[in-house]
T-cell receptor, first 114, second 113 residues
Framework: DQQVKQNSPSLSVQEGRISILNCDYT??????FLWYKKYPAEGPTFLIS?????DKNEDGRFTVFLNKSAKHLSLHIVPSQPGDSAVYFCAASGLTGGGNKLTFGTGTQLKVEL | DAGVIQSPRHEVTEMGQEVTLRCKPI?????LFWYRQTMMRGLELLIYFNNNVPIDDSGMPEDRFSAKMPNASFSTLKIQPSEPRDSAVYFC???????????FGPGTRLTVT
């Protein structure tokens, strides 16, 4: 049972445009959400997070939006840069499962083209 | 401060052999996680420890897999005997509970022939 879903395995965007990566979850007990970025042959690195008490969190070019009623979150990258090309994982956590355990989606490969 | 350290980075072994993966978490972190990444299933949590105690091992696929954390600065994931379907990238991550952000090591790419 996939509790965190990233339905788009890949996304291609032109440099300078906005990239929007989507994530859906099914467990209503999740209360904290994170995005990770992963380059080939490296471990995932933390990018940005949001608590369920907020609906938006911004950090530079990266903004995460949370729609609790739809159980949906999205990551916006603007403007997109070639260095943003990577796999992006959505992750969620909550009181179920014991504190700080994360459940990851399957990832979206973002390619930013010149 | 050094990040999460994993060894070896690459491991090639024959079916039936024992494999041991090692992890050193970030100093001061009190939670440690072992993940497996495959094309089909993405990032799967295998097991995690809080303060060196295993909390949830429900993701460990079979009895062939075992993990230990003898102290706060070291953990191992062992596969005995290994099988070709165990081929994957294995990641170790650590965090400071109760925060959620986890910091990942570079991974160990395991190939079982």
């Amino acid at each position: 049972d996939q509790q965190v879903k990233q339905n788009s395995p890949s996304l291609s965007v032109q440099e300078g445009r906005i990239s929007i990566l989507n994530c859906d979850y099914t467990n209503s007990m999740f209360d904290y959400f994170l995005w990770y970025k992963k380059y080939p042959a490296e471990g995932p690195t933390f990018l940005i997070s949001i608590s369920s008490i907020k609906d938006k969190n911004e950090d530079g070019r990266f903004t995460v939006f949370l729609n609790k009623s739809a159980k949906h979150l999205s990551l916006h990258i603007v403007p997109s840069q070639p260095g943003d090309s990577a796999v992006y994982f959505c992750a969620a956590s909550g009181l179920t499962g014991g504190g700080n355990k994360l459940t990851f989606g399957t990832g979206t490969q973002l390619k930013v083209e010149l | 401060d050094a990040g999460v350290i994993q060894s070896p980075r690459h491991e090639v072994t024959e079916m039936g052999q024992e494999v041991t993966l090692r992890c050193k978490p970030i100093s001061g972190h009190n939670s440690l996680f072992w993940y497996r990444q495959t094309m089909m299933r993405g990032l799967e949590l295998l097991i995690y420890f809080n303060n060196n105690v295993p909390i949830d091992d429900s993701g460990m696929p079979e009895d062939r897999f075992s993990a230990k954390m003898p102290n706060a600065s070291f953990s191992t994931l062992k596969i005995q005997p290994s099988e070709p379907r165990d081929s994957a990238v294995y990641f170790c991550a650590s965090s400071f509970r109760p925060t959620y952000e986890q910091y990942f090591g570079p991974g160990t790419r395991l190939t079982v022939t």
